[in-house]
């Protein structure tokens, strides 16, 4: 699985497509944030298109177990796909990871603008503005 990691901005971006299987994404998922676990409460974008097809709620179960505490405030993930039913799996994830929102973009451009707004919003509302 290829990432990045933009420390100035606390944004984690996967590419789970270069993974392959939902077991390997699974496990480099996990050796990542148990390396680097502050990686739970940054905002996060994922590639997924396509998506894998073995996914399943284990998968996701075993990825809830080992997650980190809860941000102290709320993180985002944003998928980019073109799967017009992941975002009733993002739905879903929204109650597995507390203070964390699961949205889908179809493009990576849109979805780092995306980040990046609500980024400045949690700031603003930081700083009472």
Known sequence: MRYE???ANSILMLDLVSAGSADRVLKATVDLITQRPELCSW???????PMTDDATVQHLAKLAEVWGPPPSVEA???FVTNDRMLHLWA???DFQFVRRKHFIERDIDIARRFVARRQSARMAKMNGK
Do not use: K
């Not at 905002?43 to 298109?49: L, N």
């Open 76 to 78: 985002v993930t944003v």
């Open 43 to 49: 905002d996060w974008i994922v590639e997924c298109e």
């Open 91 to 93: 739905r879903v994830l």
């Open 5 to 7: 990691i933009d420390e």
